[in-house]
T-cell receptor, first 113, second 111 residues
Framework: GENVEQHPSTLSVQEGDSAVIKCTYS??????FPWYKQELGKRPQLIID?????GEKKDQRIAVTLNKTAKHFSLHITETQPEDSAVYFC????????????FGKGTRLSVIA | KAGVTQTPRYLIKTRGQQVTLSCSPI?????VSWYQQTPGQGLQFLFE???????NKGNFPGRFSGRQFSNSRSEMNVSTLELGDSALYLC??????????FGPGTRLTVT
């Protein structure tokens, strides 16, 4: 089955700096890669996702890149703000809808003002 | 559209008891997945239901079970509760193409 590794487990950055979180996956058939943000005491929220037919996707200050050959994908947050502080989870699945999402163990991002 | 809802939000149970949690998906979503979230373990997949059938199952003991009704609402049941079952239980509903939307979760405490 799929296995997703996520690094680092904790990350502290100064406000305005960039943050990068990396994930690797094991199932070469996986083709759907979402990222979730979970603030303290709240539900995980889908913030961006990418499918294997594209290499990069951007949404304002957030971008995700995918390297299918190396089986890794990354979340990039630019110009970080204190409200970006949260736990971020990556996940992977086959996009058939018939396989479950497998999540990484999360990265706790702290943005220091 | 209303989001995913879960009831109850908080629950305290004693070891050996059983518990039933409920999840109502976003209208039109036919798939519901359940996850257990504990500190340090992230989100561990329990099972997924689609059109009242269990489509996928995670690596949890048989004490964890679920079902889905014809209106797509889902329940999960945990029997013979153990202290280690204390966790946040999240459900997520899915429209096509894999995008999952989570409910607020049920925080279960077993004493």
């Amino acid at each position: 089955g799929e296995n997703v590794e996520q690094h680092p487990s904790t990350l502290s950055v100064q406000e305005g700096d960039s943050a990068v979180i990396k994930c690797t996956y094991s199932d070469s058939a996986s083709n759907y890669f979402p990222w979730y943000k979970q603030e303290l005491g709240k539900r995980p929220q889908l913030i961006i996702d990418i499918r294997s037919n594209v290499g990069e996707k951007k949404d304002q200050r957030i971008a995700v890149t995918l390297n299918k050959t190396a089986k890794h994908f990354s979340l990039h947050i630019t110009e970080t703000q204190p409200e970006d502080s949260a736990v971020y989870f990556c996940a992977a699945s086959r996009d058939s809808g018939n396989t479950p999402l497998v999540f990484g163990k999360g990265t706790r991002l702290s943005v220091i003002a | 559209k209303a989001g995913v809802t879960q009831t109850p939000r908080y629950l305290i149970k004693t070891r050996g008891q059983q518990v039933t949690l409920s999840c109502s998906p976003i209208s039109g979503h036919r798939s519901v997945s359940w996850y257990q979230q504990t500190p340090g373990q992230g989100l561990q997949f329990l099972f997924e239901y689609f059109s009242e059938t269990q489509r996928n199952k995670g690596n949890f003991p048989g004490r964890f079970s679920g079902r889905q009704f014809s209106n797509s609402r889902s329940e999960m049941n945990v029997s013979t509760l153990e202290l280690g079952d204390s966790a946040l239980y999240l459900c997520a509903s899915t429209r096509g193409q894999g995008e999952q939307y989570f409910g607020p979760g049920t925080r279960l405490t077993v004493t």
